[in-house]
């Protein structure tokens, strides 16, 4: 016995008797030493409610549940984009608008039953065969820069420092640059 451990016979014990026990605990647990199966065989299920919905009643009401965001169209375009950040077999949790928000879902045969608890709105929507256009979603055209005109450029100045004195006009000195060079305005 090292030096170390002389005269600490009972940390000794201590240490071995926590290793033997845990070792124990392992072996004959009911899943012992087995891992997992490997991730790539391994499925996460398929809640029932994923897909793309319409409302009966309103036929230009749409929703689409994805795994990671939720589409809602009413008269021909999207509405709202939320992120899913929870799917649970009763209810979705959103995050919308940058609010914390939840859905409860039920069943009746092939009906969704979707209710949001802050309002207390009900929607009984049916399953699509496929995602309607109204749900796709398309990225925004976003034309070519072009150059503006000097006098154009000089207009927008002229217009930021208006905007700019109106706004501090009341809230005593700045100091700001202008087209016609720095200024300081008083109250």
């Avoid at 605990?25 to 809640?47: C, D, K």
């Avoid at 087209?179 to 305005?185: D, K, L, M």
Wanted: charged share 30%; net charge positive; hydrophobic share 35%.
């Amino acid at each position: 016995m090292s030096r170390i451990y002389r005269g600490e016979p009972i940390l000794i014990r201590t240490v071995f008797l926590a290793i033997i026990l845990t070792t124990g605990v392992i072996l004959f647990s009911p899943e012992g030493l087995a891992s997992p199966p490997p991730y790539e065989n391994r499925v996460a299920p398929q809640p029932f409610y994923l897909g793309s919905w319409q409302d009966p009643g309103e036929p230009d009401y749409m929703v689409q549940i994805e795994r990671e965001r939720l589409i809602v169209a009413s008269g021909g375009q999207v509405r709202s984009v939320a992120k899913v950040r929870h799917l649970a077999e009763t209810r979705i949790e959103l995050c919308d608008f940058g609010r914390d928000k939840t859905r409860e879902i039920s069943r009746e045969g092939e009906t969704l039953i979707l209710r949001e608890p802050d309002t207390g709105q009900i929607r009984r929507l049916r399953r699509l065969r496929e995602t309607a256009p109204d749900l796709s979603l398309k990225p925004f055209p976003i034309p070519e820069p072009q150059p503006l005109p000097e006098m154009r450029i000089l207009d927008i100045q002229r217009e930021i420092w208006r905007r700019l004195r109106q706004d501090h006009g009341l809230r005593g000195t700045i100091m700001v640059v202008s087209p016609e060079g720095s200024h300081a305005v008083h109250r």
